[in-house]
């Protein structure tokens, strides 16, 4: 059974840092491209950064400088450092792995960024 638990989310305020962390378990970790999404009331889910199997990451625009993904293949996990925080980063954040036709997700983490 595939699972990924989330941890890490909280209330920050703007200009604040956050880490969250996904552990995984129930998958061949490494060859899994692993990402963070995030879902804001009201609003489509959206992609917020990937790091691929081979370690190469990919942020969106929004959050290029701000943020940073990173995993341990070791561990099975992958985390996101947020930083400089901004009200509207305030989500429910998803973990995600994939790879061809296999595409699981985690609970999901709220961050709310507010004064």
């Known amino acids: 059974q595939v699972q990924l638990v989330e941890s890490g989310g909280g209330s920050v305020q703007p200009g604040g840092s956050v880490r969250l962390s996904c552990a995984a378990s129930?998958?061949?970790?490494?060859?899994?491209?692993m990402g963070w999404y995030r879902q804001a009331p009201g609003k489509q889910r959206e992609l917020v950064a990937t790091v691929s199997s081979r370690n190469s990451t990919y942020y969106i625009d929004s959050v290029k400088g701000r943020f940073s993904i990173s995993r341990d293949n070791a561990k099975n996990t992958v985390s996101l450092q947020m930083n400089g925080l901004k009200p509207e980063d305030t989500a429910v954040y998803y973990c995600n792995a994939n790879r061809r036709r296999a595409n699981h997700w985690g609970q999901g983490t709220q961050v709310t960024v507010s004064s």
């Open positions: 129930g998958i061949i970790f490494s060859i899994y491209d």
